[in-house]
T-cell receptor, first 109, second 119 residues
Framework: GDSVTQMEGPVTLSEEAFLTINCTYTATGYPSLFWYVQYPGEGLQLLLKATKADDKGSNKGFEATYRKETTSFHLEKGSVQVSDSAVYFCALGDDKIIFGKGTRLHILP | NAGVMQNPRHLVRRRGQEARLRCSPMKGHSHVYWYRQLPEEGLKFMVYLQKENIIDESGMPKERFSAEFPKEGPSILRIQQVVRGDSAAYFC?????????????????FGSGTQLSVL
């Protein structure tokens, strides 16, 4: 069945560092791809999405590109802030969503 | 406009007891999804409901688990005779309509979850 694999955390970076969280997927067809973020004590929020190959989703300085050839959807941000500390989930689906295990990100001031 | 409300936030049960988790979707939303997050794992889909109907329960364990979304009131996830392995965070999400490419899942809103601990 469809699945999502993302890099294990925790990831710890200093403020203003460059961030990459890797995500690869296995799917039949070409589902939509998502990144969700979960701040402490809150539910998941959609961060960005891409619905077809070569689409780039972006929001709040985060970006991810739908790469069909490498079946990847890596999350990147050029300069992270302390407020970006959260758990990030890669996901796919057009009906029910399938999530990765999540990557915890710590940003140090 | 309140978001998706789940209660209780924390629920402690002893083995063999029943757990009832409630989810009130966003106002106007008629689609509800339940997910379970086990320690160190991602969210696993459990069940998808519309008002008074179960649409997809392919992620529900075959025994002890049930879900409903009545015409009036919140959606309920019920776990009978809980065991330690049921300890997890249970998340509810709601949407205005079902997720499709033309109605993307960006309209899926999550609650803050219920943390179930079985002693």
């Amino acid at each position: 069945g469809d699945s999502v694999t993302q890099m294990e955390g925790p990831v710890t970076l200093s403020e203003e560092a460059f961030l990459t969280i890797n995500c690869t997927y296995t799917a039949t067809g070409y589902p939509s791809l998502f990144w969700y973020v979960q701040y402490p004590g809150e539910g998941l929020q959609l961060l960005l999405k891409a619905t077809k190959a070569d689409d780039k989703g972006s929001n709040k300085g985060f970006e991810a590109t739908y790469r069909k050839e490498t079946t990847s959807f890596h999350l990147e941000k050029g300069s992270v802030q302390v407020s970006d500390s959260a758990v990030y989930f890669c996901a796919l689906g057009d009906d029910k969503i399938i999530f990765g295990k999540g990557t915890r990100l710590h940003i140090l001031p | 406009n309140a978001g998706v409300m789940q209660n209780p936030r924390h629920l402690v049960r002893r083995r063999g007891q029943e757990a009832r988790l409630r989810c009130s979707p966003m106002k106007g939303h008629s689609h509800v999804y339940w997910y379970r997050q086990l320690p160190e794992e991602g969210l696993k889909f459990m069940v998808y409901l519309q008002k008074e109907n179960i649409i997809d329960e392919s992620g529900m364990p075959k025994e002890r688990f049930s879900a409903e979304f009545p015409k009036e009131g919140p959606s309920i996830l019920r776990i009978q005779q809980v065991v330690r392995g049921d300890s997890a965070a249970y998340f509810c999400a709601s949407s205005l309509n079902s997720g499709t490419v033309s109605s993307p899942n960006e309209k899926l809103f999550f609650g803050s979850g219920t943390q179930l601990s079985v002693l």
